[in-house]
């Protein structure tokens, strides 16, 4: 009995020390954390600039930080409502999604306009199914054009939500996914040429969870222990608006879990699967349980590992997800465990504690008959490759800022022809001059695997199926992928979305 009550005053540590009053989100340690540097001095100099300001990082984030005071905790965690379809054939589940301006509660007590898919600030979840044939009509009610994206997913380019594939203010248009790739944490979001740093952050994201009978077998837990957790922030003003400012990394003090500033959740003490996205812009998420617990990862971005990897975090850059398995059986109804994003701003060495989620553990209801298999996906060996490639992310002048291999996105210029079926190591490499920021490389079309990160093989979490990889300055990080199936041009680019908005982004194409 002691032991459990001082493990529960450990972990509920945190709590005790705020209960008393209210705290500032995500301002504890100088501010969040995006564009994560090795040099903390080049960061200052290189993010002041862009935000007309001089002096440091900690002067910059208090000047910009508005945001009402929030009692953390103080609201439980919503998870976003299944999209049920307007019509089913035998091989194909048919949405409509409109696009639209809303007013949702983010902060207690404050009524938010956001930008929403069905007017939501995270957009309904499709569950599909490997094998049948999704059909989404999106219009779009918004006063600017929308493209839609479904990030990770193995589409034709006509469904891909190329940025100048638009969808003009009150028109529609219908996106065909044939869901021929193995069960995965997708998620739809805009590309809007121009528009899609502002849309996203304003709530253009939701979640496409692809399910297959393999993944299914495993008995992983389902149903209403499956929780997919979406992870953003915001520059919340003293009137509770989003304020967007393009390279605002230190102006977004607000973590959002799921919508909401640091939410708690209640959980029986059983096995629960979580569903890690980071729809952030810029910011690095390090998530941590309580003093370090361990649990699970099973997947990453291109669905499960080859095996579970006992892991005590998890590191998102923009854009990535990771899937974790807790077993809240190990604590005693009553314990309360903090899940908090330990990544520092301005300094990724001093570990900080911004609250990200509340596990509020309660007794069992029934049997858990859950499991977490030794083995859970076969990854065969890659194909040969017959090209490499070099990717340089780099940082230039303020008036020349992010650019892929010394160029800015033109959507009319294609710098990679690649022949379909051929398989491609691409060298991606983020130098640290003239200025230390860290990017990350998404790829449109396919699900590659990480060969190495400066030469060194990727841990048990990063060996599974990826389309995203973090790219930290003065790595170079080799990536494997195989070009199979659809023609056309395809992006790849830094999901540092306002990176990539201001011209970190670039194009293949695939040709027969
Ligand atoms: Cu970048």
Request: net charge negative; aromatic share 8%.
């Given at each position: ?112 306009e956001i930008h929403g898919y069905g007017g939501s600030y995270i957009g309904p979840t499709i569950k599909a199914k490997v094998g049948r044939r999704v059909v989404v009509r999106h219009t779009n009610q918004l006063p600017h054009p ?273 022949r379909r079926g051929s398989t491609e190591i691409w060298r991606i490499t983020n130098p640290v001059t003239p200025v230390a920021v860290y990017h990350n490389l998404h790829l449109h079309l396919v699900q590659f695997r990480i060969l ?44 540092v979305q306002d990176h990539a908005g201001t011209g970190m982004m670039a194009l293949f194409e695939t040709v027969a």
């Amino acid at each position: 009995m002691s032991r459990l009550l001082s493990r529960r005053n450990v972990l509920g540590a945190w709590v005790a020390a705020t209960a008393a009053g209210t705290v500032r989100l995500a301002t504890a340690g100088g501010g969040g954390d995006g564009g994560a540097s090795l040099a903390s001095a080049s960061v200052s100099t290189d993010h002041a600039a862009h935000l007309g300001h001089s002096g440091t990082v900690e002067t910059v984030a208090n000047e910009v930080t508005a945001a009402p005071p929030v009692t953390p905790f103080s609201v439980p965690l919503p998870v976003p409502p299944t999209l049920a379809p307007t019509s089913t054939t035998a091989d194909t589940d048919f949405y409509e999604i409109t696009s639209r301006t809303a007013a949702e509660e983010i902060l207690p007590g404050f009524s938010t306009e956001i930008h929403g898919y069905g007017g939501s600030y995270i957009g309904p979840t499709i569950k599909a199914k490997v094998g049948r044939r999704v059909v989404v009509r999106h219009t779009n009610q918004l006063p600017h054009p929308t493209a839609v994206h479904l990030h990770g997913a193995h589409v034709p380019a006509s469904s891909d939500g190329f940025p100048t594939d638009v969808i003009d203010t009150g028109a529609t248009k219908t996106y065909e996914y044939p869901n021929n790739q193995p069960a995965a944490t997708l998620w739809y979001h805009d590309h809007a040429h121009h528009h899609e740093t502002e849309n996203i952050y304003r709530g253009l994201h939701g979640f496409y969870l692809l399910e297959d009978p393999a993944e299914a077998a495993l008995n992983l837990p389902s149903g209403e222990f499956d929780i997919p957790v979406l992870l953003s922030d915001a520059n919340i003003d003293a009137d509770g608006q989003l304020v967007f400012i393009s390279l605002d990394e230190y102006g977004r003090t607000t973590l959002l879990t799921n919508g909401r500033p640091a939410p708690y959740f209640q959980v029986q003490a059983r096995r629960y699967r979580f569903r890690f996205l980071n729809a952030s812009n810029m910011r690095v998420f390090n998530l941590v349980l309580g003093r370090q617990e361990r649990f699970t990862q099973i997947a990453g971005d291109g669905g499960l590992l080859p095996a579970p990897a006992t892991v005590d975090k998890v590191l998102l850059s923009a854009g990535e997800r990771a899937e974790i398995v807790i077993d809240f059986s190990r604590y005693a109804p009553g314990t309360q465990l903090v899940l908090n994003n330990t990544r520092n701003l301005n300094d990724p060495s001093r570990p900080v504690a911004l609250p990200v989620l509340r596990f509020d553990v309660v007794a069992r209801v029934g049997q858990d008959t859950s499991a977490v298999p030794a083995t859970l996906r076969a990854h065969p060996p890659l194909p040969a490759a017959t090209r490499v490639r070099d990717v340089v992310l780099s940082y230039h002048t303020a008036a020349f800022p992010f650019a892929i291999n010394g160029m800015l996105f033109d959507p009319n210029r294609v710098d990679y022809t690649i022949r379909r079926g051929s398989t491609e190591i691409w060298r991606i490499t983020n130098p640290v001059t003239p200025v230390a920021v860290y990017h990350n490389l998404h790829l449109h079309l396919v699900q590659f695997r990480i060969l190495d990160r400066n030469g060194v093989p990727p841990g048990p979490a990063e060996s599974g199926w990826k389309d995203t990889v973090f790219v930290a300055p003065g790595e170079t990080v080799r990536i494997q992928a195989t070009f199979t199936e659809y023609l056309g041009k395809y992006l790849y680019h830094c999901h540092v979305q306002d990176h990539a908005g201001t011209g970190m982004m670039a194009l293949f194409e695939t040709v027969a």
